[in-house]
């Protein structure tokens, strides 16, 4: 099968010019799409609006995606102020708040949690210090409970949620996109899938790339092997599946 026939299933639902199914069929394979969770509205938005008004009174803002910073720049209605330090999980994550407006985010070697408090941990001293860092339910928590147990004053804000789609709903979106390979975007994505196709299924695929090593270790769990790319980011997880479907 030639690279420009094989269909790469895209569990992020999102679209346009800088969307991961854009950047698929740039790479010259045909994205089908098989949204897994979708975006919904934060759990307070009320909580959002007054947060993001007030990024001024932040010692550190540390994001988590792309997401949460394109919330918090429309609830705020305007530019990010340069004072907070900022941190971020990934460079698109730091793109996106270099864009709003903020200070030049510290990125972590490895886009994980844990590596992003590994980072910051000798860089302040953090007791007393007021830090914003971004949460979605069920996330990681390495940098909150590290930031707490030094005596920061943390502000947790869900500016997104993600719902799950039915399992039925899945299985029939992926069944009528019939892929050859899949990009997996994030650990309960993970989870989700494996819950609706079965790991048979999945085991049948020509390539599966996690995002990141959260991903992969959460599909290895459930007993798929899957390297991830080098860099947390789905530009890399593109240029992965064009290594394993050419070499």
């Known amino acids: ?20 199914s854009a950047a698929v069929e740039k790479a010259g ?23 993001a008004r007030q990024l001024e009174s932040f010692d550190w803002i540390i994001c988590a995606s792309q997401r949460a910073v394109r ?20 460079p698109v994550t730091a793109d ?6 903020a200070s030049d985010p510290i990125v972590a070697e ?7 408090w590994e980072t910051l941990q000798p860089l302040d001293a953090w007791r007393g210090r007021r830090v914003l860092v971004t949460t979605v339910a069920g996330g990681r928590r390495d940098v909150i409970d590290g930031l707490r147990s030094q005596g920061a004053d943390v502000t947790e804000l869900e500016a997104y949620s993600m719902h ?14 019939r892929p050859d390979a899949v990009i997996v975007g994030s650990a309960e994505t993970a989870r989700r899938l494996v819950d609706a196709v079965g790991v048979a299924t999945l085991h049948h ?11 992969a270790e959460v599909l290895s769990v459930m007993g ?18 064009q290594s394993l479907l050419t070499s």
Do not use: C, Y
């Open 29 to 51: 394979f045909i994205a089908v799409s098989v949204p897994v969770l979708i975006e919904g509205p934060p759990p307070d938005a009320l909580k959002l609006t007054t947060v």
């Open 96 to 101: 996106a708040m270099r864009q709003a407006g």
């Open 110 to 116: 490895r886009f994980t949690a844990k590596a992003v």
């Open 164 to 177: 799950p789609r039915a399992l039925d709903d899945i299985r029939h979106d992926w069944e009528s996109a």
């Open 205 to 215: 695929l020509k390539a599966i790339v996690p995002i990141g090593p959260t991903t």
């Open 71 to 90: 919330a918090i720049t429309l609830a705020r209605g305007s530019q990010w102020p340069k004072p907070p330090r900022t941190a971020a999980v990934g």
């Open 224 to 241: 798929i092997n899957a390297e991830p790319p080098p860099k947390a980011t789905f530009a890399a997880a593109v240029e992965r599946l």
């Open 1 to 20: 099968m030639s690279v420009n026939r094989v269909r790469v299933a895209v569990t992020r639902d999102d679209k346009g010019e800088d969307s991961v």
